[in-house]
């Protein structure tokens, strides 16, 4: 039972970091494909009636951690407390830099939330990688299975460690690089003319840096702990998400030379959700994994109880299926190149 | 400060400030689709820019609502790291179940209904605002739940590591403490949509700005605030109280302001409680009234707070007090307010009553004020317990949070929320005078044609 709400919250988080994903991108991306005021509008029409149902999918993750594992959720949200804030803050002052941009025509006010839609857009890439390094890396747990970390101490991975350290900085920017290519994957589907081109380029070059940056993780990973790859060494079946790695990558760059918006994209969403399963993988059973082994949060020792998970299962199920309906009547509706704004 | 108290103060305070948008959303939705269906059913163009009038303040109001919720499901993580762990496993449930059944119902079908219109037709528009009025009125229900357990624990048992863990869903889910605390909260929520589609009327017939329009909006909220209010009172109120005198004899006794049990005790309408002599200053007193109404009975026994060991008592009894009295005195002057603008609307005379629209249209805030005194109400109500009787507040909070880094994130809070209110009364003004200029604009055409307003066109 456990193991099926580890994946269950796994998927959910890789539907959040797919959907959302794009959003964030499109802001890194916004000033790149849109050059004018005009098309910098397109770009927010792009994902402005399907952002807050992506969003959703974080608290929807969030609430089944909660609910399936309390403990965890105790524990890594007070220990993670100062850039969850943070994260807090940067998701409102994304939602205004896309909300609240259409609601005066005037020039000055455009270019004000234009500008809190990007920064904060790539700060929450950064973010959100960083805090993945820092799951990834193991967090500095006591006895009674709490922690707490600084913002940053002397960047290394050992010791008294930050929740910056070059490992997590380099997620950080693997997940902004990663984000930028899915962004502008999703703005190459939604755009045309110019702005389409601008877009498959920006793919174009951030590939190679993505290439670069996911050999980089991969190596620095290895060399992070011990032990960090025994489940690779233990299931050889598991190799076959590194290659799904390898080969999503080569998919984007297949699928954007040939101008297949579309399937570029779903490369790109491929590429974040095997790196995610990947992690993932190495992580379990282990959901938090603690600088000193024993002290790991794992799904059995931090989850809820039998009967709680069980119902859960049961009202899950009916309420995803729904939720999935919702998202193809959505994206259905709206779907297609935006062809002037929305709003 | 102690770090508990900074946590406890965060909390109040972006707890409060959320739930002002929340409270007007779930207000207007079912409003929006009284608009939207007189449309349909009287083929009025007028009540459909009516309904987009007031869909575009749902819209920047729910955006304000989405925005300063999610830091109240992360706190319970960040904050109350202490409380998660205990009490997660059976509020977890319900949590989790606003995510996948609320939010994603009331997140799809926000883009739909306010960019969707052209594209759906008017049957399907109709249907996305009756979802989104559905999907909001869940989401209260999960939250209502979730807090009903805090109040009022059910369905659970304490396991070895001292955690509590579900044990009957439909115990939980159908809390009855939830299902009262519902009625009283969702009819506050309605007050507030009424109110301020009434003030607005108000405020257009007044300005002269857009007369036709200010009377539908009169029409509709005045109706609707007036079975609001009386509902407030009655059923829904009087339901409220008899579940707290049954379930939190000592919450009741503070919120009444009754220091020492009484045979035939009366309800307190003003007066200033004294902690340290127990008693109340001043206070003007209707006698026996509130034996009746908590018993039915005018001689009955009700117990004060000297039969309580006052480690039980609630923290705040004074705040407590005046939250209750604040909400009470409000309520009765919402039912004075709005019996006598529905008589005139029946009568015909309100429109001509320049005063009334004065009353009506500076009375909008109220409903917020009396909402917020509502919760702290019953929060406070609730101390000094977290989980009433189970899990005291003191041992909530996260053990490993020091109280620097959480005033850093409440002054942090602080800033976000100011610049945020200030957006908001910007956005609202504006709204309003433009809000105008459309809403004419349409009138003078005469015939405006479905979905022109929108030139959402792909």
């Not at chain 1, 233990?234 to 954007?256: C, D, E, M, R």
């Amino acid at each position: 039972m456990e193991t099926i709400w580890f994946w269950i919250v796994a998927v959910m988080l890789t539907c959040y970091v797919v959907l959302d994903g794009f959003d964030i991108g499109a802001g890194i991306a916004h000033y790149f494909v849109g050059r004018t005021a005009k098309e910098r509008e397109t770009v927010i029409s792009a994902i402005s009636p399907v952002w807050d149902g992506n969003e959703v999918w974080l608290l929807a993750t969030g609430g089944t951690l909660y609910f399936a594992f309390p403990a965890l959720y105790a524990a890594g949200f007070s220990g993670f407390y100062l850039p969850l804030i943070i994260v807090l803050w940067l998701l409102i002052l994304r939602a205004t830099g896309i909300e609240l941009r259409h609601q005066l025509d005037n020039s000055m006010w455009h270019s004000f939330w234009d500008f809190v839609f990007c920064l904060s857009s790539l700060l929450l890439a950064i973010f959100f990688g960083a805090a993945l390094g820092n799951v990834v890396r193991g967090v500095p747990l006591n006895a009674d299975g709490y922690f707490f970390e600084p913002l940053w101490t002397d960047f290394r991975t050992t010791g008294t460690t930050g929740i910056l350290d070059w490992f997590t900085v380099l997620s950080g920017v693997v997940a902004l690089v990663a984000l930028t290519v899915h962004g502008a994957n999703y703005l190459a589907v939604k755009t045309e003319g110019e702005m389409n081109a601008r877009s498959r380029k920006l793919v174009g070059v951030g590939w190679y840096a993505l290439v670069g940056l996911t050999i980089l993780s991969l190596i620095a990973v290895a060399n992070l702990r011990d032990g960090i790859l025994s489940n690779y060494r233990n299931y050889p079946i598991t190799w076959l998400v590194p290659v799904a790695v390898i080969g999503s990558l080569v998919a984007i760059k297949y699928f954007n030379v040939k101008g297949k918006d579309k399937a570029a994209f779903m490369g790109s969403s491929a590429y974040l959700a095997f790196m995610l399963v990947g992690a993932v993988v190495a992580l379990f059973p282990n959901i938090l994994p603690a600088i000193d082994p024993a002290r790991s949060l794992t799904i059995y020792n931090s989850a809820a109880g039998a009967y709680g998970l069980g119902v859960g299962l049961i009202w899950w199920s009916i309420g995803i299926v729904i939720a999935l309906g919702y998202f193809v009547f959505l994206f259905r509706t709206f779907r297609g190149k935006v062809k002037e704004s929305l709003h | 400060m102690e770090a508990l108290t900074l946590d406890r103060i965060q909390f109040a305070f972006t707890i409060t400030y959320h739930y002002l948008f929340p409270q007007l959303t779930m207000g207007l939705a079912p409003l929006i689709v009284v608009f939207k269906t007189l449309a349909i059913w009287k083929k009025d163009e007028r009540w459909n820019e009516a309904a987009r009038f007031w869909a575009k303040i749902f819209g920047i109001t729910f955006l304000f609502g989405v925005v300063t919720g999610i830091p109240m499901e992360f706190q319970f993580g960040t904050n109350w790291a202490a409380f998660s762990k205990y009490a997660g496993g059976v509020i977890g449930q319900t949590l989790a179940m606003e995510g996948t059944f609320a939010f994603f119902l009331e997140s799809s079908f926000i883009g739909l209904f306010l960019f969707g219109e052209k594209r759906l037709g008017q049957k399907l528009h109709w249907l996305s605002a009756v979802l989104i009025f559905v999907g909001t009125w869940l989401s209260g229900w999960f939250i209502i739940a979730t807090n009903a357990w805090m109040q009022h624990p059910v369905g659970y048992e304490t396991v070895a590591d001292k955690s509590v863990q579900l044990t009957s869903f439909w115990s939980l889910v159908l809390n009855e403490w939830a299902f009262y605390q519902y009625l009283h909260n969702m009819g506050g929520a309605f007050v507030t949509g009424s109110f301020a589609v009434a003030a607005l009327g108000a405020f257009y017939l007044l300005s002269r700005k857009q007369v036709e329009f200010g009377k539908m909006f009169l029409k509709v909220g005045v109706s609707a605030a007036c079975l609001g209010s009386i509902w407030m009172l009655f059923p829904s109120g009087d339901l409220q109280g008899r579940m707290i005198a049954k379930n939190q004899p000592v919450t009741l006794a503070a919120m009444e302001g009754l220091f020492h049990s009484e045979q035939g005790a009366g309800i307190v309408l003003i007066g200033q409680p004294d902690m340290e002599k127990q008693q109340l200053d001043n206070a003007i007193t209707i006698p026996n009234a509130l034996s009746f109404i908590t018993y039915q009975r005018w001689d009955a026994h009700v117990k004060g707070l000297d039969a309580f060991p006052m480690d039980q008592h609630p923290d705040n009894v004074p705040l407590l007090y005046y939250s209750f009295h604040i909400m009470v005195g409000l309520g009765t002057i919402f039912i004075a307010v709005m019996f006598l603008a529905a008589f005139g609307l029946w009568r015909g005379w309100l429109f001509n009553a320049n005063w009334m629209m004065w009353i009506i249209m500076l009375s909008f805030p109220l409903p917020f004020i009396a909402n917020t005194a509502g919760w702290m109400t019953s929060e406070l109500g609730r101390q000094p317990w977290l989980v009433y009787g189970l899990f005291r507040t003191e041992h909530g909070a996260s053990p490993m949070v020091s109280s620097g880094n959480v005033l850093f994130t409440l002054l942090g809070f602080l800033g976000m929320y100011t610049v945020l209110s200030l957006l908001y009364i910007f956005l609202m003004l504006r709204r309003i005078e433009h809000g105008a200029d459309e809403l004419s604009a349409t009138s003078l055409i005469g015939e405006p044609d479905l979905g022109d307003r929108e030139s959402a066109a792909y």
